[in-house]
Nanobody, 115 residues
Framework: QVQLVESGGGSVLAGGSLRLSCSASLTYMTMGWFRQAPGKEREGVARINSDGSTTYADSVTGRFTISQDKANNTLYLQMNSLKAEDTAKYYC????????????RGQGTQVTVSS
């Protein structure tokens, strides 16, 4: 089982930026982020495969960028042009290859965007 620890959440004004980090004890073929807001369904946000290919939710395409530092088993999510609707708890996850189904996840980090 992989251990995942997120950091970098916080509160920001709409239009601002945040960078989330995730330290992983090991990595799987597909790693990424999903989010969940109160009363809403879980939403896959971004994932990256070991070959560097990426997939984004339509709602964040062009604003969010996922990257990884393989040498340090660290995953990042750069979030720009944040909107109030991006407010959620963000979870780092090891996904089943090429899917949004999480096999392991971290404890999550809260992102709050105020308008």
């Amino acid at each position: 089982q992989v251990q995942l620890v997120e950091s970098g959440g916080g509160s920001v004004l709409a239009g601002g930026s945040l960078r989330l980090s995730c330290s992983a004890s090991l990595t799987y073929m597909t790693m990424g982020w999903f989010r969940q807001a109160p009363g809403k369904e879980r939403e896959g946000v971004a994932r990256i495969n070991s070959d560097g290919s990426t997939t984004y939710a339509d709602s964040v395409t062009g604003r969010f960028t996922i990257s990884q530092d393989k040498a340090n088993n660290t995953l990042y999510l750069q979030m720009n042009s944040l909107k109030a609707e991006d407010t959620a708890k963000y979870y780092c996850a090891a996904f089943y290859t090429g899917t949004w189904a999480a096999r392991d996840r971290g404890q999550g980090t809260q992102v709050t965007v105020s308008s």
